[in-house]
């Protein structure tokens, strides 16, 4: 079903929300009345709505809120040839050529989300999203779904012409513009855990910089590495999982784990407890594993295990099971670290990664939603230092 932006800059969120609908991503919260329906009103868990509304949303941004809404999302900058093969002209009309195929079967199905400067194709304004709805290869056009059809209905464009346009650099994170290649994503459409901010996007804690991908590990590694560790490899790697708890618990830590639960949740309160239950029990099963292994309680199994009233079982176990084993490594073997927190990490590693066959999708989805809101936050950062380093500069 096509859809219109409904607002001058929605672009990018009227764009994911058609895309999300035409994939049948389930959103798992009602529209209005009984329907779950995709609307640029739900896609607010990357960016305030009244902050798209006022400056529009970045790339990652978009890639970010496919992916915490159920999409599997492959994205690609138009300027990154030297780091990824797909950030090519012959390989973007080859991904166009794959998302338009008719024959496609319904478990292959895909979209294409393209981002790109208006103004390099003669166009008034600048920056834009829109899906791509057909290929013409005897012409060598691509067929733009405009989203804002109040301006533009759709229309064809050579496929060059849109991927030099997809060159332009956006002057509000000094980066090009690309495209994404979504398709439905039944690990995230299944999961019943996800990462969320833990204050309002607005707010001046979610602003500061702990809340980046390298503030947050800065802060993580603060955190483990602040007291001395002790020498005994089993004793360390147990007093690292309490001081990584505390730092959970903390306000230095900018996300928290939540569970989706559907609207209304009398619908499924079987369903759902019954799921809750068998994760709560999957969540006992890692820490009691992990009690015995180190020889010490480092998680309260029973506290884990208690899921009443709706209510998940312990998150703190999950988030501390959304970082992945790559940013522990950083921070417990850095060369400016202890031995005693490298030795740590031997103990460590092969607990993190050993888990419960029903956790496993799980914690992949939280991994991913922990380098996308942390990576997101991290451009925004980077462009609004720039932004006010340039206001400075002009009122020196």
């Known amino acids: 079903q096509f859809h219109t932006q409904g607002e001058p800059a929605f672009c990018g969120l009227g764009t994911l929300a058609m895309v999300l609908n035409a994939l049948g991503v389930d959103p798992k919260r009602v529209w209005k009345g009984p329907w779950r329906w995709f609307s640029e009103q739900l896609l607010d868990c990357c960016e305030p709505l009244e902050v798209v509304k006022e400056r529009g949303i970045t790339f990652s941004k978009v890639a970010c809120l496919a992916r915490c809404n159920g999409a599997h999302v492959d994205a690609h900058r138009a300027d990154e040839a030297d780091t990824d093969r797909e950030a090519t002209l012959e390989a973007f009309r080859k991904a166009v050529m794959r998302t338009c195929e008719s024959d496609a079967e319904e478990e292959n199905f895909q979209v294409m989300i393209v981002s790109y400067s208006r103004k390099a194709l003669g166009q008034t304004g600048d920056g834009h999203y829109s899906p791509i709805g057909g290929y013409h290869a005897a012409t060598d056009q691509v067929l733009i779904l405009d989203v804002a059809r109040f301006k533009y209905p759709p229309h064809w464009v050579p496929l060059t012409a849109l991927w ?4 332009h650099v956006d002057a509000e994170t000094g980066r090009s513009r690309g495209y994404m290649v979504l398709k439905s994503n039944a690990c995230l459409e299944a999961a019943r855990l996800a990462l969320t901010w833990r204050w309002p996007e607005c707010s001046e804690d979610a602003k500061n910089a702990d809340s980046t991908i390298s503030g947050c590990q800065k802060t993580f590694s603060q955190a483990l590495l602040s007291d001395p560790l002790p020498s005994n490899k089993r004793a360390a790697a147990a ?17 928290m784990v939540v569970c989706k639960i559907p609207e209304p949740p009398g619908e499924a309160n079987g369903e759902v407890m019954s799921e809750l239950s068998d994760l ?15 020889g010490e309680e480092c998680f309260d199994v029973q506290d884990i295990l208690a899921v009443e009233d709706l209510n998940c079982p312990n998150l703190g176990v999950a988030a501390l099971l959304a970082i992945e084993p790559v940013v522990w490594q950083h921070v417990l073997v850095a060369p400016e670290t202890s031995s005693d927190a490298a030795a740590a990490w031997e103990v460590l590693e092969p607990l993190l990664k ?6 496993r999708k799980e914690v992949r989805v939280l991994q991913s939603q922990w380098a996308d809101l942390l990576t997101a936050r991290e451009e925004m950062c980077r462009s609004t230092c720039a932004c006010a380093g340039k206001v400075m500069a002009a009122n020196a």
């Open 164 to 167: 030099s346009a997809m060159l």
């Open 239 to 255: 007093e690292i999982l309490r001081r990584t708890l505390r730092f959970i618990d903390s306000p230095k830590m900018p996300l």
């Open 280 to 294: 709560a029990k999957g969540l006992a099963e890692f820490a009691q594993k992990v009690n015995v292994a180190l």
């Open 354 to 359: 050993d888990l419960p066959e029903i956790l």
